[in-house]
Every structure is written in structure tokens, then in C-alpha cells.
């Protein structure tokens, strides 16, 4: 059975960087089928994938438009877990963010949500 | 970019049948998954690749796709079937949500 534990801060102040990690049981990061997907949901922009990592004989990284230039996801293979790198946030950024699996296309397995604020 | 789009909200009685739609562009050409969210849980999956019950959802629970509308129908709707319904394909490598029908099962 598959588990994703997020943890992270839960505030953070405008222009700083958002850091969450997504820890990993009963599959690898770097699984040559799963791909390790980062999506936030909030009341304005409802459920919004941010971006992937996934390893197929190489890293490969894919970011949502509306956040390409700001995002990071990458793993990290001696713990077995994936992070999320948001730079430069505003309230704008304020959501539940979640941690998936994705196995051929089909989001299986998620997080339990992580509500970031973005506050002075 | 691709957009899906849901009805807001759908009331139904109990041990009735409930229909839920997605619109899209040619989104009878795609894989559609749905996925049911209950207040301060993850989505979970109900039905992948337009028609295919997960483990442990029950036969009540169907799919159909054709031209611009894909559908999802709960049939004997229970109590327990109360959420916000979630349709999702992929497009261009990124994974496009519906903005979701809150189903009220009264």
C-alpha cells in the first residue's frame, strides 16, 4: 500500500520561497512507472496541478505554465521523497497543496493536504 | 489552454440517480477520470479512464464519454455518496481538473 506524508510550514511571508516535502512509502522516487506530482486547490483557481518529477533511465521535470519560472520539484533519492519549491509567493498562493501519485495517468495515491497561507 | 466544465452543484433523492457532466473540447477523445472529495479529505478516484471502477467503489458507479461530454453516473444514490465530484484529463502533458458539482443527496 502506497502512503504520501507532506509536511512543511504552514505560513509563509510574501516574496519568500514555499518549501514542501512529500515522503514516500510502499513505492521508490525513482519508480520507472509513477510520476510524483505536486497540485493545490483553492476557492478562486479550484484544483490546479503545479508540476512533476518522474525518472525513466533520467530525471525529467514538467511545470505548469502558470507557474513556470517560480517552481522546483525534485528528489531526493536517499529518503525517498520529492519537494516542492515555490519562489517569490503572494496571498495569491494561498491553497491546500497535496502530493500524488500518478501511475499511467491516474492519479492513485495523494497526500493529506497541506494548507500554506501566504501572510505578512 | 484546455478547460472542463462542470455544473456547480446537483441535487438528487435518496436511492436516486445522479448525473454528473464535464464538458470539454473533443473530450470524447480523451481518457476522463473522476474522483469524489469529501470536506478536509484528498480527492479519491471513482471511475478511471472514462468507464473503470476502482477497487472498492461499487457497481453503482458508472462512466460514459462521447463528443464534448463526458458522464458520470451514481445510480441508488446513498448518503454516503455526499461530495464534490471531480472530472480530469491530460492535455499537452499537464493534468487539467474540472472545477467540480457538489452532489446533495436529500
Known amino acids: 500500500q502506497v502512503q504520501l506524508r507532506q509536511s512543511g510550514p504552514g505560513l509563509v511571508r510574501p516574496s519568500q520561497t514555499l518549501s514542501l516535502t512529500c515522503d514516500i512509502s510502499g513505492d521508490s522516487v525513482s519508480s520507472n512507472s509513477g510520476t510524483w506530482t505536486w497540485i493545490r486547490q483553492s476557492p478562486s483557481r479550484g484544483l490546479e496541478w503545479l508540476g512533476r518529477t518522474y525518472y525513466r533511465s533520467k530525471w525529467y521535470n514538467d511545470y505548469a505554465l502558470s507557474v513556470k519560472g517560480r517552481i522546483t520539484i525534485s528528489p531526493d533519492t536517499s529518503r525517498n521523497q520529492f519537494s516542492l519549491h515555490l519562489e517569490s509567493v503572494t496571498p495569491e498562493d494561498t491553497a491546500v497543496y497535496y502530493c500524488?501519485?500518478?501511475?499511467?495517468?491516474?492519479?492513485?495515491?495523494w497526500g493529506q493536504g497541506s494548507l500554506v497561507t501566504v501572510s505578512s | 489552454s484546455y478547460e472542463l466544465f462542470q455544473p456547480l452543484s446537483v441535487s438528487v433523492a435518496l436511492g436516486q440517480t445522479a448525473t454528473f457532466t464535464c464538458g470539454g473540447n473533443n473530450i470524447g477523445n480523451k481518457n476522463v477520470h473522476w474522483f469524489r472529495q469529501k470536506p478536509g479529505q484528498a480527492p479519491m478516484l471513482v471511475i478511471y479512464?472514462?468507464?473503470n471502477r476502482p477497487s472498492g467503489i461499487p457497481e453503482r458507479f458508472s462512466g460514459s464519454n462521447s463528443e464534448n461530454t463526458a458522464t458520470l453516473t451514481i445510480s441508488g444514490v446513498q448518503a454516503g455518496d455526499e461530495g464534490v465530484y471531480f472530472c480530469?484529463?491530460?492535455?499537452?502533458?499537464?493534468?487539467?481538473f474540472g472545477g467540480g458539482t457538489k452532489l446533495t443527496v436529500l
Open positions: 480530469q484529463v491530460w492535455d499537452s502533458s499537464a493534468a487539467v
Open positions: 500524488a501519485r500518478v501511475e499511467d495517468t491516474i492519479f492513485d495515491y
Open positions: 479512464r472514462v468507464r
